[in-house]
């Protein structure tokens, strides 16, 4: 158990490489409770929304869900999250834990709409159910069809007789839910969804494995990929960036930045000498400095050492040769695309 974000969460159970195959191969479930869930409802809720988030709210139908981005000013991320249009003047945002407090003000401080902006964290558990079987031990505790609910889509509906959010997202790279619970129901919950996937072979999951399924799938992770210094272009997040939407909050900044071009960009890599590159670690481009590590693991699907770093961008493609320094030794890797690992349909 470790503090992440003001909670006591797990790193791991019956270990990280079990927990991520199980995940990979069958389902595994995740305590995500410490996420924050922050709730805009009124008039102008769309129009704030649209403001403060760099992806195309208006385009947003009712029970559709989208990945964003939330920017300061000069265009580096206050958070990523994941935007949800429960009705044309509601819309239901799940941010990171340690972020949760900080977008609220940033969003408050923004609100030049009608629109009201509720902290609602405490209102909600969050269970995550992830991986090839999911569908299969989660339709056993609800009357909801799973199998109509898209991808990036969600309803709400009754989990094992509780009201409960259920959203088809995710962070591993797998096919999965997310729902959204009362704290009070989350024990129940979680030991419900457990006996469920008992004949598909479930794993409980900590944060370890979370981190290896996600960097594998090249999913950012905030204080990694992304912080303030860091915009969406940058960091290959171009895709979430609706330009064309009319102005929003970084609008001007990103603008310029596509105009002129980024200096560096991330990328993948994966390692050819013996070693793990780890968050922090220099990288080399002919023997001088370029760059730095924001995220490295074994992965356990490719059995490769992999990772994620920043490169000047005319050298932030598939196949440039760099050096990772593990412990003041440079060793030899090489950018690769990503992501590294992707599901079959």
Request: charged share 20%.
């Amino acid at each position: 158990m470790v503090d992440f974000g003001g909670w006591d969460m797990p790193v791991q159970y019956s270990g990280i490489i079990d927990e991520h195959r199980a995940v990979r191969t069958a389902v595994g479930v995740f305590d995500v409770s410490h996420m924050g869930e922050i709730e805009i409802r009124g008039p102008q809720a769309a129009a704030l929304a649209d403001f403060v988030t760099t992806n195309n709210v208006r385009k947003l139908s009712l029970g559709q869900a989208h990945y964003s981005g939330l920017l300061y000013p000069h265009g580096g991320f206050v958070d990523d999250i994941l935007v949800h249009k429960v009705a044309d003047d509601h819309y239901f945002l799940c941010v990171n834990a340690s972020n949760q407090e900080k977008d609220f003000e940033h969003i408050r401080a923004m609100n030049r709409f009608d629109a009201e902006v509720e902290f609602a964290g405490e209102r909600y558990a969050q269970l995550a159910i992830q991986g090839p079987q999911a569908h299969a031990t989660l339709q056993k505790l609800t009357p909801v069809s799973l199998a109509a609910i898209k991808y990036y889509w969600f309803t709400d509906g009754q989990v094992s007789g509780t009201p409960a959010r259920i959203a088809h997202t995710g962070y591993t790279g797998e096919d999965g839910f997310e729902i959204y619970v009362p704290p009070a129901e989350a024990e129940r919950m979680w030991h419900e969804v457990m006996k469920a996937g008992v004949e598909f072979g479930i794993k409980p999951c900590g944060l370890g494995a979370r981190n290896t399924l996600r960097l594998e799938a090249k999913m950012a992770l905030y204080g990694h990929e992304i912080d303030a210094s860091i915009s969406p272009l940058e960091a290959d997040l171009a895709w979430i960036v609706k330009l064309d939407k009319g102005d929003f909050v970084g609008r001007d900044v990103l603008l310029k930045q596509k105009e002129s071009g980024v200096k560096r960009k991330l990328v993948g890599f994966e390692m050819l000498g013996r070693g793990i590159a780890r968050e922090g670690y220099e990288v080399l481009l002919d023997a001088a400095p370029a760059g730095w590590v924001t995220s490295g693991s074994p992965s356990p699907t490719l059995n490769k050492n992999i990772g994620l770093c920043y490169l000047p961008t005319a050298h932030a493609r598939p196949g440039v040769a760099i050096q990772i320094v593990v412990r003041g030794q440079p060793v030899d890797a090489v950018t690769v695309e990503t992501p590294f690992y992707k599901r079959a349909k």
